[in-house]
């Protein structure tokens, strides 16, 4: 198959939500030669984009992001042992999880999907995630950025004690702090002292590339 | 507790007529957060009817509003139908995981738990009977309860429903309505332990996550209307909470008529209704319980928290003149006040007494 129409029907796996496909179509992608970061980019990338897009416009709603993010997995999972990462040009790391006492995380997970999309390296603290352990990945990744939702108001006091964590563990101002999630407020990310405060995924994530520019 | 012209029954009841009142009733969904003036950590609150009466009525003769809201957590279902939960000292408990639902059939397998003595959902309904018996017929007790699909998605985590809604639909609707019998059986027990009406929670009805035709497939069309219909051959009044942005209004007002319809207002989001604008819109159909951010709890000044309630009666007076109504608007927050031992319980006493210190000026331009 030549190159562009695999990198379209890669992209079309993603908007689809095509996970089997995806995962098959990667693999080829890499037996017939192809630049994975090319694969990536143009293909599966591409295709999450236009997921997006469409999300924001409210065309699509959250089952199909949620197949279109896991193709994109599959797809990245079989890509990205081979990409090759040239010396200053490592990825940005990023901890995101949902905050201890809640369970919630499709928000979190949206964001995830979209800063994965956009290159950022990912670690994932998965939902009901202890403030230490916001703490301990930042440490031991060296984060760029620290990442916290929460769709609870009783769990939002979290968010605090892991910036007073980052603070004490002298690392909080290497690190971008942000938060999001329905009961938070721009309001409440300048009381807690975080940085970056994002109404939805599109958001959180044209704000994280403009601080990275 | 009030020198008032009317009691909070009274009030609440004028409020759904839509008849003159002394003032709109106010409703702060103060729910756990009661606990803390009793004395218990949220654990003990939420492990017992006598933890739960204890703090519903301690609340309501603290502050003295209009509507006992019978919150315990979202996780009593599916605690009751075997999933884990956690149960934080100082927190909501929560669902770990998801853990029940591993393949389709487990979809399948799921069984109606009854509501015996050891179980959270008898807990819930003592509390219901034990507040009863303390407060009678002078304020209204609605305790909440989770819709099918949000029980659904506390069983099996939410993701994993929302792509079922593609992978297994079949399993779902089967699982769905195993849940539509639990909320029934679940209901009238609340019902026959003194109730007044029940809160059902409809979570998922909002466009941030579903739109209309996966929300009606897998609740709107059956589900929540098969429940809502029990509810009203059991005779209780049928309120529903959704405190997600964006909420499906048209099904869950217009289609769906609770007599309550409790919700929260989102600033910066588009197309999220102000007081006005959801009286205007909705106010004929049902009562608006209204909408401002909890978080005034937590971090609101004293001037703040009175400005904001001000606010509300402003905008809702303006909002019922116009729609040629009297009374069918309750004051409240859009969400549970946050239960933390952080929210400053004096805003909740501020709110309540703002609006019946202020609240008959606003009346008298609409009586």
């Known amino acids: ?213 | 507790m009030t020198t008032e012209e009317m009691n909070c029954m009274e009030r609440a009841l004028a409020s759904v007529g839509n008849q003159p009142v002394d003032r709109l009733p106010v409703a702060p969904l103060a729910c756990g957060v009661n606990r803390r003036l009793v004395g218990t950590t949220y654990r003990e609150y939420a492990s017992s009817g006598e933890g739960y009466a204890d703090a519903w009525v301690a609340g309501w003769k603290e502050w003295g509003y209009d509507a006992i809201v019978g919150l315990g957590d979202l996780s009593i279902i599916s605690g009751d139908m075997g999933a884990d939960v956690k149960y934080p000292e100082e927190n909501t408990p929560t669902t770990i995981g998801g853990g029940m639902i591993k393949e389709d059939d487990d979809y399948r397998r799921l069984k109606v738990p009854q509501v015996n003595k050891g179980t959270r959902m008898w807990d819930l309904v003592e509390g219901v009977r034990l507040t009863k018996e303390r407060v009678g017929d002078e304020v209204l007790v609605l305790p909440l309860v989770e819709g099918p699909l949000l029980a659904l998605t506390q069983l099996a985590g939410t993701e994993k429903v929302l792509m079922d809604m593609y992978r297994c639909p079949d399993a779902l609707h089967e699982a769905l309505q195993t849940l539509v019998e639990v909320d029934k059986v679940f209901c009238q027990a609340l019902v026959e332990a003194g109730a007044h009406g029940i809160v059902m929670d409809y979570l998922w009805g909002n466009y941030s996550c579903l739109g209309d035709d996966q929300y009606m497939e897998f609740e709107g069309t059956k589900y929540a209307p098969e429940v809502n219909a029990f509810l009203a051959e059991l005779g209780t009044a049928f309120v529903i909470h959704n405190c997600a942005d964006l909420p499906h209004l048209d099904t869950q007002i217009s289609a769906m008529k609770p007599l309550v319809y409790s919700y929260c207002t989102y600033p910066d989001i588009e197309g999220s209704l102000t007081t006005k604008e959801a009286i205007l819109k909705y106010g004929h159909e049902t009562v608006v319980l209204g909408n401002y951010d909890p978080q005034l709890f937590v971090r609101g000044t004293a001037e703040e928290v009175r400005r904001a309630t001000e606010d509300m009666l402003r905008d809702a007076t303006e909002g019922l003149k116009e729609a040629g109504l009297v009374s069918r608007f309750c004051v409240a927050s859009g969400c549970e006040v946050p239960p933390a031992l952080s929210t400053n319980l004096d805003n909740i006493k501020i709110m309540c007494d703002t609006v019946r210190e202020l609240g008959p000026k606003y009346q008298a331009q609409l009586n």
């Not at chain 1, 997995?73 to 940005?92: C, D, I, M, W």
């Not at chain 1, 995830?112 to 230490?132: E, S």
């Not at chain 1, 930042?138 to 929460?150: C, E, I, L, P, Q």
């Open chain 1, 1 to 213: 198959m030549a190159d562009n129409s695999i990198l379209d029907s890669l992209a079309e796996c993603v908007k689809t939500g095509d996970i089997p496909t995806a995962e098959s179509g990667a693999q080829q992608a890499l037996d017939e030669g192809m630049d994975p970061l090319d694969v990536i980019n143009n293909g599966l990338i591409k295709g999450m984009a236009v997921v997006g897009d469409r999300y924001d416009k409210r065309e699509i709603y959250l089952p199909q992001v949620l197949m279109a993010a896991e193709a994109m997995y599959a797809g990245l999972g079989v890509l990205t042992p081979h990409l090759k990462v040239e010396p200053g040009q490592e990825p940005k790391h990023v901890v995101i999880g949902t905050v201890e006492g809640d369970t919630h995380d499709i928000g979190k997970n949206i964001v995830k999907a979209m800063l994965t999309a956009a290159g950022y390296t990912m670690h994932d603290l998965g939902n009901d995630a202890p403030v230490t352990d916001f703490i301990e990945t930042a440490k031991d990744v060296g984060a760029d950025f620290v990442y916290m939702s929460t769709l609870m108001t009783p769990t939002m006091d979290a968010m605090n004690r892991v910036i007073d964590g980052l603070k004490e563990e002298g690392i909080r101002s290497a690190i971008t702090v942000g938060v999001g999630g329905a009961p938070i407020s721009q309001e409440f990310c300048d009381d807690i002292g975080a940085d970056l405060y994002a109404l939805n995924a599109r958001e959180a994530t044209e704000r994280t590339k403009a601080i990275d520019a």
